[in-house]
Every structure is written in structure tokens, then in C-alpha cells.
């Protein structure tokens, strides 16, 4: 554990001494274990930006190849509003409670494959075992299977599913784009 701490300060430094950490827009993050998300990247950007108009401006961000450190770098950097990635990766990390509960927005029961035990940041020490995180049962995923959008360019994958990060720069804007996605 103390080495993925070690590498997550490494990669914070780096990107405030490159000027990376920055951003502007709403991004979202798409990493496949199954395929290559680059191929469907810019039909669904340009596809999402007419959705939604000129506001926010979308940026699709792809990796060609699975890599589990590249999700590990991905959130501590904390650049992106959505993250689509496989459900053992989203479940990880929402087990640690990095993900934003969807509960107010999406019918649990319509997408109860991403209902599942994630961690909530509470008051310090409030929480379970008397650390910062208590483990509740929400909806934190919705399956790409199940999202609109991801079917009109053929890439509905069964194994990704779409997640806010607890990092995203504006958490309910990112539900409104994840709905714009999935109707």
C-alpha cells in the first residue's frame, strides 16, 4: 500500500511541475480490458457535444491499452469528471469510496448491476472501524450496456460501466451528462 502512495505523490508532483494539472471542459475517461475505446472516441464526443450543446465543451479521453496503473494514475490525478471502466475497476475503487453515489438521479432498480457496497466519506472517525469511510449500499455505475449513446456507435460493451468520480470538478453537471449519455 505505502507504494501506491508512494507512486500517486510521485504523479501529483509531476503533473503540478508540468503544468498537466490543470484543465478545462468536461472530460470523460474511457479504459477497456476487453477492447479499444479510441476507435468509437470521436463519433461519441461529437455526438455528446451536439446533445448538449456548446456547454459544457466534451473531451473523450481514451486508452488504446488496459494498463491497471493507468486507472490508478487516472484518478489520483483527478482530472476527470466520468470515468467508463471495467466493473472489477469501478468496484475497487468505489469500495475505497472514490465513487459519487447516483441514487438522486438513475432508478437503482433499472441499473441494479451497479448497486453494489462502496465506500462514503464520513466525519472524521465516524466512520467504520473508526476511519473516514462507511460502507453503504448505493448505485455508483450504470452498465454501457444499458446507455443510449454507447449503443447508437456500437460500443455497449457488458463489462464497462460509466462512474463519477468523488474528484469531478462539478459533481452535478457530471450526472447531467451521464443522463444525456444514458437517454
Known amino acids: 500500500m505505502k507504494r501506491v502512495w508512494g507512486l500517486m505523490a510521485i504523479i501529483s508532483i509531476i503533473l503540478v511541475l508540468t503544468g498537466c494539472g490543470g484543465k478545462s471542459g468536461f472530460t470523460i475517461f474511457i479504459i477497456d480490458n476487453q477492447g479499444d475505446p479510441s476507435v ?69 432498480k433499472k441499473y441494479e448491476r451497479g448497486v453494489f457496497e462502496g465506500g462514503v466519506f464520513v466525519e472524521d472517525g465516524t466512520g467504520d472501524d473508526g476511519s473516514d469511510i462507511k460502507k453503504e449500499t448505493h448505485l455508483y455505475g450504470i452498465p454501457l450496456e444499458d446507455m443510449k449513446m ?9 463489462n464497462l460501466f460509466a462512474t463519477i468520480p468523488v474528484s469531478a470538478s462539478n459533481i452535478e453537471e457530471s450526472k447531467k451528462v451521464l443522463k444525456a449519455l444514458t437517454e
Open 40 to 108: 468509437i472516441s470521436e463519433q461519441l464526443q461529437a455526438n455528446l457535444q451536439q446533445k448538449l450543446g456548446e456547454e459544457p465543451k466534451v473531451e473523450v479521453v481514451t486508452s488504446a491499452m488496459y494498463d491497471v496503473q493507468k486507472i490508478l494514475v487516472e484518478y489520483a490525478a483527478g482530472g476527470h469528471d466520468i470515468f467508463i471502466l471495467p466493473e472489477a475497476d469501478m468496484k475497487q475503487y468505489g469500495n475505497n469510496g472514490s465513487n459519487v453515489s447516483l441514487d438522486d438521479t438513475f432508478d437503482q
Open 150 to 158: 454507447f449503443q447508437e456507435v456500437q460500443y455497449a460493451a457488458k
